[in-house]
């Protein structure tokens, strides 16, 4: 997979990812990916992440059932930043946040302060084993 080495990792190996919703072009999230990652994901179709937190592999929706179907993969310009175009998919279709919501991006700064702007379509207690 020599496409792999266009790409510019930070020195742990990893590269910022971006899913964007297919038909919106809403931003749904950020996260990580490293080769191992990055690969499944082309070779599989859905969105494979690097858990940071975990170090760990993180397949989308492996406890929410929120799963993304990547439709594209592209690269930015200077080969460092990638951007996956996804349709979301699960038991509740639209739900891309671990918060319940729509895309991760739900808060605004309004004057000094952020607001939520994005309501909360599933409780996250009934999405997610304790």
Same mark, same amino acid.
């Given at each position: $997979?020599?496409?792999? *080495? /266009?790409?510019?990792?930070?020195?742990?190996?990893?590269?910022?990812?971006?899913?964007?919703?297919?038909?919106?072009?809403?931003?749904? $999230? !950020?996260?990580? $990916?490293?080769?191992?990652?990055?690969?499944?994901?082309?070779?599989?179709?859905?969105?494979?992440? !690097?858990?940071?937190?975990? /170090?760990?592999?993180?397949?989308?929706?492996?406890?929410?059932?929120? &799963?993304?179907? &990547?439709?594209?993969? #592209?690269? *930015?310009?200077? /080969?460092?930043?990638?951007?996956? #175009?996804?349709?979301?998919?699960?038991?509740?279709?639209?739900?891309?946040?671990?918060?319940?919501?729509?895309?991760? !991006?739900?808060? #605004?700064?309004?004057?000094?302060?952020?607001?939520? &702007?994005?309501? &909360?379509?599933?409780?996250?207690?009934?999405?997610?084993?304790?």
């Amino acid at each position: $997979m020599q496409w792999l *080495d /266009n790409i510019t990792w930070t020195a742990d190996g990893l590269v910022p990812v971006i899913a964007q919703e297919w038909h919106s072009n809403d931003v749904l $999230m !950020f996260a990580w $990916m490293n080769r191992e990652a990055l690969a499944l994901t082309a070779e599989r179709g859905v969105a494979v992440y !690097f858990s940071r937190s975990r /170090n760990r592999l993180w397949h989308k929706g492996e406890e929410s059932g929120h &799963v993304q179907k &990547v439709h594209e993969i #592209r690269l *930015d310009c200077d /080969n460092d930043v990638v951007l996956l #175009r996804v349709e979301q998919l699960g038991h509740e279709p639209g739900i891309a946040c671990h918060t319940g919501r729509h895309s991760c !991006f739900f808060q #605004r700064l309004d004057g000094d302060q952020w607001v939520s &702007v994005e309501p &909360v379509l599933k409780d996250p207690a009934t999405i997610y084993r304790a």
